[in-house]
């Protein structure tokens, strides 16, 4: 019992770590979709504000250290661009 407390336990250390460092490559992945002529060309201005305010958003919640809610709202910010992300099959 005590083993898997501990297995337990160091997974979830270092699962944030994890997280730590997915958010600064999504943040890459949707400025790289933002900078795309495609994105722009098909997404409305009310949208694209949104958007880049999600991403602005999800940058302040990584440097505050909430990796999750990082995550969760750039993934949200990609959702809304209609842009696919590799971290977008990760389970809530």
Same mark, same amino acid.
């Given at each position: 019992?005590?083993?898997? %407390?501990?297995?337990?336990?160091?997974?979830?250390?270092?699962?944030? #770590?994890?997280?730590?460092?997915?958010?600064?490559?999504?943040?890459?992945?949707?400025?790289?979709? %933002?900078?795309?002529?495609?994105?722009?060309? !098909?997404?409305?201005?009310?949208?694209?504000?949104?958007? @880049? !305010?999600?991403?602005? @958003? #999800?940058?302040?919640? !990584?440097?505050?250290?909430?990796?999750? @809610?990082?995550?969760?709202? %750039?993934?949200?910010?990609?959702? @809304?661009?209609?842009?696919?992300?590799? !971290?977008?099959?990760?389970?809530?």
């Amino acid at each position: 019992m005590l083993n898997r %407390l501990a297995v337990a336990l160091l997974a979830l250390l270092f699962s944030g #770590g994890v997280w730590a460092m997915s958010c600064p490559n999504l943040m890459a992945e949707l400025d790289a979709a %933002l900078e795309g002529g495609d994105v722009q060309s !098909h997404v409305e201005a009310d949208v694209l504000a949104e958007v @880049k !305010h999600l991403r602005e @958003k #999800g940058e302040e919640y !990584h440097g505050a250290g909430d990796h999750e @809610k990082s995550m969760d709202t %750039l993934l949200r910010a990609m959702e @809304k661009l209609g842009v696919e992300s590799e !971290h977008s099959q990760r389970a809530h």
